[in-house]
């Protein structure tokens, strides 16, 4: 069983925006949607390497989050890899050399946590 864990509260959210925090030493994403929130870990599951840093710059639109190493996307919602290696460091990329880019890794999704919204305030189970 997961420990509950104050993220922050939602007014300090931009709707629509994409917020990387740290909490309890856990690196984390927020994206909120109106009153809702979504959270997975602040890691591409590809690289290991931050989603919301990197050469590539954050970027984030309609719940989708590009990875700024590889160019990946996922969607923050559901975690789901929308598609795989389509370029480096936010630029596009062959489609031949994009199993190089890849270092023989496998799309994976990325890695969601439960959120809630309380009285106000964010809060997430961390396993």
């Known amino acids: 069983m997961g420990?509950?864990?104050r993220v922050g509260s939602l007014s300090d959210l931009l709707d629509g925006e994409l917020t990387g925090v740290e909490v309890n030493g856990h690196r984390l994403i927020v994206a909120r949607q109106g009153d809702e929130v979504?959270?997975?870990?602040?890691r591409c599951p590809h690289l290991g390497f931050s989603l919301t840093r990197?050469?590539?710059g954050l970027r984030y639109g309609d719940g989708v989050v590009q990875c700024p190493w590889h160019n990946s996307r996922f969607d923050v919602?559901?975690?789901?890899?929308?598609?795989?290696?389509?370029g480096f460091a936010g630029r596009s990329v062959p489609s031949w050399s994009r199993s190089v880019i890849a270092l023989?890794?496998?799309p994976r999704g990325l890695?969601?946590?439960s959120a809630t919204v309380r009285d106000g305030d964010v809060y997430v189970t961390i396993e």
């Open 104 to 106: 023989g890794r496998r």
């Open 38 to 42: 979504h959270v997975a870990r602040n």
């Open 77 to 86: 919602f559901t975690g789901e890899n929308l598609d795989w290696v389509t």
């Open 3 to 5: 420990t509950e864990v």
């Open 111 to 113: 890695d969601t946590l």
């Open 54 to 56: 990197g050469p590539g």
